[in-house]
């Protein structure tokens, strides 16, 4: 098969589908690789390392989507993209529709075959091509959140971690999945209080085995969130509903019980943001202020450490791209589950039923497509 791989154009996305190592091993099965021109040099990869294992480089992206069989990107296919993608093809990288009206028309129109990173699952239950983006995000929620925090920023002024004979600050963190695990790996590293909101008493008894007395475990059925509002310097929400909009948990009357300056770190901006007042932002202009409260919004934050985040995603997603490469996508999906829950549209129709909920189409089994 022809494998494309465009230049990301989303606003600061400096990622790319594939690494030359990935990019390898599929020449390696007998596939065509078609990389576009530059494309991974701001993550650190150079056309010459993609030319010197086989992959062809192409200067436009059209020619890309005209020749490829298959797409892989990082973040979801932009406006003029969409209008690129032709019936049939594979469009394979994060979709995230369940908060996206526009994109989700704009497939179904395509007649193309849409496969979402973020719904792929495991015999576990777990996301495992979300799951190393979270890593990320969450890692970066806490130091986003601790520089936001510098009166430069227009944030309280405060230290996150405090100095000698100074307290450092209060991190909530909603949701203990696994942006929240990495954001506590961060805050509680820099001496931060912590406290863990979550629903799962059984997931914050493995959190507390994980850190121990570091962290204050909260299930949320048990607990008036106004009071731990109301505690935070820094706010992190790392909610997820797999495919769905995340729910809106903090309101907006709840900003003004806040402390001047603090700061909120929305990682689900992505489906729509846990906090009412969450817009997405860009790394060029990360935070805006709604009642004395900074909040950072930024929806593609592994993009700003653009080299770690393709590697950990490739680690993740290039198993999956070798089955779809070598099988075809019927056979790849009808014989993995997991990999057949990413299928979010297929030629023309919604194959996942919280997106097909939340626009009010009509959901279609996903093995009856293929």
Do not use: W
């Not at 369940?98 to 179904?108: D, S």
Request: hydrophobic content about 40%.
């Amino acid at each position: 098969m022809k494998i494309g791989v465009p230049k990301e154009i989303k606003p600061q996305e400096n990622r790319i589908g594939l690494t030359p190592d990935s990019v390898k091993t599929l020449i390696s099965e007998g596939h065509e690789v078609l990389v576009e021109d530059n494309g991974g040099f701001e993550a650190g990869f150079e056309n010459d390392h993609y030319k010197s294992i086989g992959a062809k480089i192409i200067n436009k992206a059209e020619d890309i989507f005209n020749d490829a069989d298959i797409i892989v990107k990082v973040k979801e296919p932009q406006s003029s993209e969409v209008k690129m993608i032709r019936e049939n093809q594979i469009v394979y990288t994060y979709l995230h529709l369940a908060a996206a009206k526009e994109l989700t028309e704009g497939l179904i129109k395509s007649k193309s075959v849409c496969i979402a990173y973020e719904t792929v699952t495991d015999d576990n239950g777990r996301l495992p091509l979300l799951a190393p983006m979270s890593a990320v995000a969450g890692r970066m929620s806490v130091q986003a959140g601790a520089h936001c925090l510098e009166k430069n920023q227009k944030g309280r002024g405060l230290l996150l971690g405090g100095a000698p004979g100074v307290e450092g600050g209060t991190v909530v963190i909603l949701g203990g999945g696994v942006v929240g695990e990495n954001a506590a790996i961060i805050a509680t590293g820099m001496r931060a209080k912590v406290h863990i909101v979550d629903k799962s008493e059984v997931r914050l008894k493995q959190l507390v085995e994980m850190f121990g007395n570091k962290i204050i475990p909260q299930q949320s059925d048990k607990i008036d969130l106004n009071n731990l509002v109301k505690e935070a310097d820094l706010l992190i929400g790392g909610v997820l509903i797999p495919g769905a909009e995340a729910p809106k948990l903090v309101t907006k009357n709840m900003l003004k019980i806040m402390k001047r300056g603090s700061v909120i770190v929305d990682v689900a901006i992505d489906q729509g943001g846990c906090v009412e007042t969450s817009k997405p932002t860009t790394h060029g202009d990360p935070t805006y202020i709604i009642d004395d409260v900074v909040h950072y919004c930024v929806a593609n934050m592994p993009g700003g450490v653009p080299r770690t985040s393709t590697i950990a995603l490739n680690n993740a997603t290039l198993p999956f791209l070798v089955s779809l490469a070598n099988k075809g996508y019927q056979k790849a999906l009808s014989e993995n589950k997991h990999f057949l829950a990413g299928l979010n549209v297929c030629k023309g129709q919604v194959t996942y039923k919280a997106v097909a909920d939340v626009f009010g189409y009509e959901y279609v089994n996903p093995l009856k497509t293929l």
